[in-house]
């Protein structure tokens, strides 16, 4: 028995977060007239990835985050700013981002032809992540998205994999795959609910974490070429 169920992280996996977050930021700033939007982007972008960490950690909410992180940041250069305020009107510039990383559709593509079942696993909000799908290419490839906001949980935690296995019909964990970027989210996250996971590292980074990712590849090919070993194998260790 070989893989059916390919579950993929979207940030920084098929879509381009880093292209998105950038222009979004330049209008959003622009709106805010922002002078030094290249200081305010500096402190920000770092600021708000340690956030979406304490996130997974579980010691933030969503709320906090979404709602505190504008106010942070413009906190820092001496400026007072509703948060709330400040995350719609951001939201409706990186709602309008769907950029993907080259060879995204290929892949996805290919992966279909041959006949397994793609699903999107996503940390994010729901608004935002729904409609950065409608303006890319790839969410026709996808049976389904899942997104942590609308699960009630998120990736590493076990429960946000259960509740995916509830919402897929035939769902087996021997036959499912999370592939994602994140090793606290993704893989940690694979880990914990018992799934094999592939660790998409295209910047050959070293794991200082405790997650243990099964496979590891630096870009699609290896994906594709690391599922058709497993399948003409007839399955990791005999499945």
Do not use: C
């Not at 250069?77 to 510039?93: S, T």
């Not at 409609?131 to 429960?159: C, V, W």
């Amino acid at each position: 028995m070989y893989y059916r169920f390919l579950l993929f992280d979207l940030d920084h996996t098929l879509l381009d977060f880093a292209a998105a977050e950038e222009l979004a930021l330049t209008q959003f700033l622009e709106a805010m007239a922002v002078e030094d939007m290249e200081a305010f982007k500096a402190y920000y972008k770092p600021m708000n990835q340690a956030m979406w960490k304490e996130l997974e950690q579980g010691n933030i909410s969503k709320p906090d985050l979404i709602n505190t992180r504008f106010a942070r940041a413009f906190a820092h250069f001496g400026r007072e700013v509703d948060g709330r305020e400040m995350a719609l009107l951001y939201q409706d510039f990186i709602s309008q981002q769907g950029q993907i990383f080259e060879g995204a559709v290929a892949l996805l593509q290919e992966l279909l032809d041959q006949g397994y079942e793609l699903y999107g696993a996503t940390n994010g909000v729901t608004y935002i992540q729904e409609n950065r799908l409608a303006h890319s290419s790839i969410q026709p490839f996808f049976k389904d998205i899942f997104i942590s906001e609308q699960m009630g949980t998120k990736k590493p935690e076990a429960l946000f994999y259960e509740k995916i296995a509830e919402q897929i019909s035939g769902f087996t964990k021997e036959q499912a795959l999370m592939i994602g970027d994140s090793l606290t989210a993704d893989v940690q996250g694979g880990n914990n609910a018992g799934i094999d996971t592939v660790w998409y590292n295209p910047d050959s980074l070293e794991n200082h974490t405790s997650a243990q990712p099964t496979y590891q590849v630096q870009n699609y090919q290896e994906l594709l070429a690391l599922l058709a070993e497993h399948k003409s194998a007839g399955g990791k260790n005999g499945r």
